[in-house]
């Protein structure tokens, strides 16, 4: 068992920045690329940015130059740090990862619970 426990998200402010953290826990060997993801109600959840186990960062157009993320590999920690949040920002932001739970097996794809972030004024 896998799990991700996100944290961070919120209301804020248009403009207004925020933090979103993503820990994993359990029994794996290691964790390869770790994403964020974002869904509004019933639509398709969207990629946000990743970053893999090398450091190699990818970000989606609507949040480059404003979202920035980051890991702690001893920590097994994903951050998403938000800056000049704006309303089409609102979402359900979910953590995803890519998990090799053991050393001579293939990785497998865990989802956090995802947080709540809304910006309005």
């Known amino acids: 068992q896998v799990q991700l426990v996100e944290s961070g998200g919120g209301l804020v402010q248009p403009g207004g920045s925020l933090r979103l953290s993503c820990v994993a826990s359990?029994?794996?060997?290691?964790?390869?690329?770790m994403a964020w993801y974002r869904q509004v109600s019933d639509n398709t959840r969207e990629a946000v940015a990743s970053?893999?186990?090398?450091?190699?960062?990818h970000y989606e157009d609507p949040v480059k130059g404003r979202f920035t993320i980051s890991r702690d590999n001893a920590k097994n920690t994903v951050y998403l740090q938000m800056n000049s949040l704006q309303p089409e920002d609102t979402a359900v932001y979910y953590c995803?990862?890519?998990?090799?739970?053991?050393?001579?097996?293939?990785?497998?794809?865990?989802w956090g619970q995802g947080t709540q972030v809304t910006i309005s004024a």
């Open positions: 995803y990862a890519h998990v090799r739970v053991a050393k001579y097996t293939g990785d497998r794809a865990y």
């Open positions: 359990g029994s794996f060997f290691s964790i390869d690329v």
């Open positions: 970053i893999g186990s090398d450091g190699n960062i």
